[in-house]
């Protein structure tokens, strides 16, 4: 399987290296025509607003939003889970998201740099072990809509993690505390999506 990480902002590094060790063939996308050549493909974190620029100035934003719409599996990690989003709260001018995921997200949900936070995780999904979470100026998933499913909730029941057929969006870094099961959840999807394609 190829699977493609978003390289135009942000640490899509750790993203490959995670994917690499579970045995994908990664290509950083950076241009179309590497888009064209993935199975799959993760939208790291990093700064949504800057994201969506370099999206626009490449000529990628176009291409993701009709690979999104023929269901090329997407997994968003925070600032790419804010792409995924139908609706972005407290966007900057202009901002835009790629869109696919039916739910609002509203960005820095959590406060500032400095109210980051780490924290266990209930996911059935992924199984009983609790998920180690990284939360990093996250946004917060704030209404689901009724083609999203909610996966996780922080201890106040906000929504932190939400699928929808082939996309998948959390609000934290399961790729820098070494918690590999969303990937491997999301290489499912990439699997079953290439072998109906
Ligand atoms: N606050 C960032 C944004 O709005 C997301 C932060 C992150 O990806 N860790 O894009």
């Known amino acids: 399987m190829t699977v493609g990480v978003l390289a135009l902002q942000g640490d899509f590094r750790e993203h490959a290296t995670v994917l690499s060790s579970l045995g ?12 064209a050549v993935v199975d799959g493909l993760v939208i790291p974190g990093g700064e949504s607003s800057v994201m969506d620029k370099l999206s626009r100035m490449f000529g990628l934003a176009e291409p993701l939003r009709a690979a999104i719409g023929a269901g090329l599996p997407v997994y968003g990690t925070c600032a790419g889970l804010i792409m ?24 820095n949900a959590f406060g500032s740099q400095a109210d980051s936070f ?4 209930d996911i059935p999904a992924l199984g009983a072990v609790p998920v180690h979470a990284a939360f990093i ?27 929808q057929g082939n996309l ?7 790729e820098i505390t ?19 394609g």
């Open 24 to 35: 994908s063939d990664v290509v950083l996308v950076r241009r179309p025509e590497e888009l």
């Open 84 to 107: 995924l989003a139908d609706t972005v709260l407290d966007a900057i001018r202009g901002q835009q998201s790629l869109g696919g995921l039916d739910i609002s997200v509203r960005r």
């Open 118 to 121: 780490e924290t266990d995780l």
């Open 137 to 163: 100026r996250a946004p917060v998933v704030e209404s689901v809509g009724p083609l999203a499913t909610a996966l996780a909730t922080v201890a106040d029941g906000r929504c932190v993690a939400v699928e």
């Open 168 to 174: 998948l969006g959390t609000s934290f870094h399961p």
């Open 178 to 196: 070494g918690e590999h099961r969303f990937h491997e959840y999301f290489l499912q999807k990439v699997l079953s999506a290439a072998f109906r």
